[in-house]
């Protein structure tokens, strides 16, 4: 009985030797400072979770595609990172009619970009936790789909009619803006069955 225990502990042991593969990275004193440094003030736990950490951004943000010190791409589309006040600025000198228009376009915009890049289809509803993940990592905010509500926290943006018209451009639905203030909620119409004419 000790002896199938203990070759099966050492199975285990050899099965996670196969798997892990050291690696060995020399950082400079510098780098090695800061490390410490984020560590010590507790924003980060340590080392490995903070290589971890990056290397989740890497993927989810597709860093690979930075060809420049500030020239990132994510496929068709250059990412830039903006400043929310820079964003209040235009939002405040474009008329308040206009705003869902402006949404509508860029969520259009998004659209095409998400489509063409991730071949994510943004007006497949079993599609859109992708389209929330992908908003989310872009600092979007944080997007919720409840029965026939959408829900946003943390939005970058805080005129609800601009969302509004982003997410009917993004993914192709009617919406109801239900709150003025964050986390904002909109309501999906339901699309009414046409009615049958008589032929004529």
Same mark, same amino acid.
Do not use: H
């Given at each position: 009985?000790?002896k199938?225990?203990?070759?099966?502990?050492?199975?285990?042991?050899?099965?996670n030797?196969k798997?892990?593969k050291?690696?060995?990275? @020399?950082?400079?004193?510098?780098?090695?400072?800061?490390?410490?440094?984020?560590?010590?003030?507790?924003?980060?736990?340590?080392?490995?979770?903070? @290589?971890?950490?990056?290397?989740?951004v890497?993927?989810?943000?597709?860093?690979?595609?930075?060809?420049?010190p500030?020239?990132?791409?994510?496929?068709?589309?250059?990412?830039?990172?903006?400043?929310?006040?820079?964003?209040?600025?235009?939002?405040?000198?474009?008329?308040?009619?206009?705003?869902?228009?402006?949404?509508?376009?860029?969520?259009e915009?998004?659209?095409v970009?998400?489509?063409?890049?991730?071949?994510?289809?943004?007006?497949?509803?079993?599609?859109?936790?992708e389209v929330?993940?992908?908003?989310? #990592?872009?600092?979007?905010?944080?997007?919720?789909?409840?029965?026939?509500?959408?829900?946003?926290?943390?939005?970058? @943006?805080?005129?609800?009619?601009?969302?509004?018209?982003?997410?009917?451009?993004?993914?192709? #639905?009617?919406?109801? #803006?239900?709150?003025?203030?964050?986390?904002?909620?909109?309501?999906?119409k339901?699309?009414?069955?046409?009615?049958?004419?008589k032929?004529s």
């Amino acid at each position: 009985m000790q002896k199938e225990k203990e070759k099966k502990l050492e199975e285990i042991i050899n099965k996670n030797r196969k798997n892990t593969k050291r690696t060995t990275i @020399i950082l400079e004193k510098e780098e090695r400072e800061f490390i410490d440094s984020l560590i010590r003030e507790g924003k980060e736990p340590g080392i490995k979770p903070l @290589i971890s950490k990056m290397l989740d951004v890497y993927r989810s943000m597709m860093v690979y595609d930075w060809r420049f010190p500030g020239e990132y791409y994510c496929g068709i589309s250059r990412i830039a990172f903006v400043n929310v006040e820079l964003i209040n600025i235009l939002i405040q000198n474009i008329p308040r009619e206009k705003w869902r228009e402006i949404g509508r376009k860029m969520g259009e915009a998004a659209k095409v970009s998400m489509e063409a890049t991730l071949n994510i289809e943004t007006a497949n509803r079993e599609k859109w936790q992708e389209v929330f993940k992908r908003l989310r #990592v872009q600092g979007f905010g944080d997007f919720y789909l409840k029965d026939k509500y959408i829900l946003i926290k943390t939005p970058f @943006i805080s005129k609800p009619q601009i969302w509004a018209g982003f997410l009917e451009g993004l993914l192709t #639905v009617e919406l109801n #803006v239900k709150t003025n203030n964050p986390p904002f909620v909109f309501e999906i119409k339901e699309e009414q069955p046409q009615k049958l004419g008589k032929p004529s």
